[in-house]
């Protein structure tokens, strides 16, 4: 048989320099394989494709480890990306020709900016909760903005709870929460139910907007509370948020929710992408009204509509029991599913009448 002659030449990794510059400035040298005389045989024809695949796979282990060493680079240089020049929230213009305020909103721009992991999980929360409030705040004429402030209330996490005690995506104080009707007790906690504290944030800031004549008065009340506006307004003589000396968190938070607005208005434009796919799914349910006399097992609700008891909870996180405890109540349901629902409850109910 005819000598097969092949030679490769082979990649050497310089010992000079780090790995990441070697796979990111040089291209890998081409493989070449040269044969010479190549006889028609099987044994020989089998030779080469064994010596092809090896050198296929080479390529494909090279272009790996590029990849995987490339994901330990950083995926934005903070310094590419720049404050736009006119920032406006709720309608207003943030004075940011004013070199402390600028200096104020840079620094919570570029916090953000550096965590990547933060912002692609607001962007994808935010496909999942944001048509409701857009839908309410178009209902209600009120500025569409004023949906960034889950995103710094909560990051858009339905079982949020601070420190203070503020609990749900709006992060309502029990007072505060028992004054838009969100009922706590040791069974149901509405701050949780993230239709009924939507309700409460929008009527509680269009309460305070209309007080204060301000958006940015108006968002520093939601968080540091009315009484202490009103106080500082009165001790400073200003009106004028960006110049009120107010708690630190106060003072940073609707820097925040700017901010919160710059980067998920055009994701894109700062560096963030998601495919499409990556979304997390918009929050759909059928809601309805129930009055009970007796405690509702959620496992039954579940059974009797085809869905396991953890989706109905899930859906349903005001309730702190196994049951819905007696009263009138809010479910929430998955789409499709009340007519079975009142099916399965008017049997019930019967049960327990006959009992």
């Not at 040298?29 to 040269?34: D, L, S, Y």
């Not at 001790?235 to 004028?240: N, V």
């Not at 963030?272 to 006399?293: N, S």
Request: one cysteine or more; hydrophobic letters at 40%.
């Amino acid at each position: 048989m005819t000598k097969i002659i092949a030679s490769i030449l082979l990649v050497v990794l310089s010992p000079m320099g780090c790995a990441t510059d070697w796979f990111t400035k040089r291209e890998p040298e081409k493989v070449i394989v040269q044969v010479e005389s190549l006889d028609k045989n099987e044994a020989g024809a089998e030779k080469l494709r064994t010596l092809e695949l090896s050198i296929s796979q080479l390529r494909s282990e090279v272009a790996d480890l590029k990849y995987r060493l490339g994901s330990f680079q950083s995926p934005h240089s903070l310094t590419r990306y720049k404050l736009s020049k006119e920032v406006f929230l709720c309608g207003e213009r943030i004075p940011t020709e004013s070199r402390d305020v600028w200096e104020n909103l840079d620094r919570e721009f570029l916090l953000l900016l550096g965590n990547e992991t933060q912002v692609l999980l607001w962007m994808k929360r935010a496909r999942r909760y944001f048509p409701h409030i857009e839908k309410r705040l178009r209902e209600m004429n009120l500025p569409d903005d004023l949906k960034y402030v889950t995103i710094i209330e909560s990051g858009l996490r339905p079982y949020a709870v601070s420190p203070s005690g503020a609990s749900g995506i709006w992060q309502f104080m029990p007072p505060t929460g028992e004054k838009y009707e969100m009922r706590r007790n040791r069974v149901i906690d509405e701050r949780f139910d993230f239709f009924k504290a939507t309700e409460g944030a929008l009527t509680y800031l269009r309460s305070l907007y209309e007080e204060f004549r301000s958006w940015t008065l108006a968002l520093a009340a939601y968080n540091a509370g009315e009484n202490r506006v009103r106080k500082e307004i009165e001790l400073q003589r200003t009106r004028d948020y960006f110049y009120l000396d107010l708690p630190l968190e106060t003072e940073r938070y609707v820097y925040k929710i700017a901010v919160g607005k710059i980067l998920l208005s055009d994701p894109e434009k700062y560096g963030f992408h998601l495919d499409e796919k990556e979304f997390y799914d918009p929050l759909r349910v059928e809601r309805i009204q129930v009055e009970l006399a007796q405690p509702l097992p959620i496992i039954d609700v579940a059974h009797a509509i085809g869905f396991y008891y953890k989706e109905i909870k899930e859906l349903n996180p005001h309730f702190s029991e196994e049951a819905i405890p007696p009263g009138i109540h809010f479910l929430n349901l998955p789409p499709g599913t009340s007519g079975p629902f009142w099916a399965f409850f008017s049997t019930w109910k019967k049960e327990f009448e006959c009992k």
